[in-house]
């Protein structure tokens, strides 16, 4: 990549960066409906998505990304917006450009870049060029709004997220991608974390980062993470996990997680080998700012163990990931 690559100067700078939290549980506690497209909220309500990205920024955000989570033309055509790629994306960018540009330091605006939500062939109807060409039309808004860098997030299938990269490479966007490793320690597609520095062998231009995000909680998305630095050690990993386990109490989905517990789970993270740290589904900036603080006041120690996490963290909800993760974690320490 030729250009200057603004989340590379930051994280040679700092360290250790800390991204944002919660898009869709903070926008519910401000009103959007259920099945309602945030997305939608560019143009309609952009003062709350300002508001989102000025509290997440006040809260001590390195990273903030944008609300196009469901930007793509697959996504948007459930909403009756697929022929508003374009202007949805770029409104998002330039919301969260705004917020940036005025915060008195750095803070990179990242591109949020969901799946599409369709298979690829041969499991389903949507080709790869296809994947591409829907990303790319994504990407353009995101890049003509302003953002510095591509964020892939909650991929499942490795070919979709190279798709989204090649079309960050063709538009010439430094790119980092993110798997929700939610099924048995695995993505649905089946994509172990361990392979994660795999998945953009052979494009012409490497992951500024990858990493995970979202999956079942926060002991279960070390496992990942642990995995992925054991795996690659030099690699910038990303983890953004989710606050607790969502639990459903009568209609209201409430996360388990407190900031005291996501204040852990942000030191076993920077032990583990994480670089970028933030927060999905339940993060509130109230969880944000003790992450914050966890960064902030980091004193190294040793790499964790899958029994460092359970003591301090909770249990597995994944058994598999216990099995795999953890005990493949000990055999590499032990080896």
């Given at each position: 990549m030729?250009?200057?690559?603004?989340?590379?100067?930051?994280l040679?700078?700092?360290?250790v960066?800390?991204?944002?939290g919660?898009?869709?549980?903070?926008?519910f506690?401000?009103?959007?409906?259920?099945?309602?497209?945030p997305e939608?909220?560019?143009?309609?309500?952009?003062?709350?998505?300002t508001?989102?990205?000025?509290?997440?920024v006040?809260a001590?955000?390195?990273?903030?990304?944008?609300?196009?989570?469901g930007?793509?033309?697959?996504?948007?055509?459930?909403?009756?917006?697929?022929?508003r790629?374009?202007?949805?994306?770029?409104?998002?960018?330039?919301?969260?450009?705004?917020?940036?540009d005025?915060?008195g330091?750095?803070?990179?605006?990242?591109?949020?870049v969901?799946?599409?939500?369709?298979?690829?062939v041969?499991?389903g109807?949507?080709?790869?060029?296809?994947?591409?060409?829907?990303?790319k039309?994504?990407?353009?808004?995101?890049k003509?709004?302003?953002?510095?860098?591509a964020?892939?997030?909650?991929?499942?299938?490795?070919?979709?997220i190279?798709a989204?990269?090649?079309?960050?490479?063709?538009?010439d966007?430094?790119?980092?991608?993110?798997?929700?490793f939610?099924?048995?320690?695995?993505?649905?597609m089946?994509?172990?974390?361990?392979?994660m520095?795999?998945?953009?062998?052979?494009?012409?231009?490497?992951?500024?980062?990858?990493?995970a995000?979202?999956?079942?909680?926060?002991?279960?998305?070390?496992?990942?993470?642990?995995?992925?630095?054991?795996?690659?050690?030099?690699?910038?990993?990303?983890?953004?996990?989710?606050?607790?386990?969502?639990?459903?109490?009568?209609?209201?989905?409430?996360?388990?997680?407190?900031?005291?517990?996501?204040?852990?789970?942000?030191?076993?993270?920077?032990?583990?080998?994480?670089r970028?740290?933030?927060?999905?589904?339940?993060?509130?900036?109230?969880?944000?700012?003790?992450?914050r603080?966890a960064?902030?006041?980091h004193t190294?120690?040793?790499r964790?163990?899958?029994?460092?996490?359970?003591?301090?963290?909770?249990?597995?909800?994944?058994?598999?990931a216990s099995?795999?993760?953890?005990?493949?974690?000990?055999?590499?320490?032990?080896g």
């Open positions: 030729t250009t200057a690559n603004p989340l590379e100067a930051l040679a700078e700092k360290g960066l800390m991204a944002d919660a898009t869709g549980t903070n926008l506690a401000m009103g959007l409906e259920a099945g309602e497209a939608l909220w560019n143009e309609s309500k952009p003062e709350n998505i508001k989102l990205h000025q509290d997440f006040d001590g955000a390195d990273i903030i990304l944008t609300n196009s989570f930007g793509t033309r697959q996504r948007l055509k459930l909403h009756k917006a697929e022929g790629v374009f202007e949805l994306n770029k409104k998002a960018a330039e919301i969260a450009r705004a917020v940036a005025k915060a330091r750095k803070v990179i605006v990242a591109g949020s969901g799946p599409t939500g369709e298979l690829l041969p499991l109807a949507m080709t790869y060029d296809d994947a591409v060409s829907a990303f039309e994504q990407m353009e808004g995101l003509a709004g302003g953002i510095d860098i964020w892939i997030e909650t991929m499942s299938s490795p070919d979709e190279r989204a990269a090649e079309a960050a490479i063709a538009l966007l430094p790119y980092v991608y993110t798997g929700s939610d099924t048995a320690g695995k993505t649905m089946g994509l172990n974390p361990k392979d520095p795999q998945v953009a062998d052979g494009l012409s231009d490497k992951p500024v980062a990858f990493g995000n979202c999956g079942v909680g926060a002991a279960d998305i070390l496992s990942s993470l642990l995995d992925m630095t054991a795996a690659d050690p030099n690699a910038v990993v990303v983890v953004k996990g989710n606050c607790g386990i969502p639990e459903y109490r009568g209609a209201e989905i409430y996360y388990s997680g407190t900031p005291e517990l996501m204040a852990e789970y942000a030191h076993l993270a920077i032990d583990a080998g994480a970028i740290i933030g927060g999905c589904c339940g993060t509130s900036c109230d969880h944000l700012r003790s992450i603080g960064i902030d006041s190294k120690g040793p964790p163990t899958i029994d460092d996490v359970v003591t301090r963290i909770g249990p597995l909800r994944n058994k598999m099995e795999s993760g953890g005990s493949g974690e000990r055999r590499r320490r032990r």
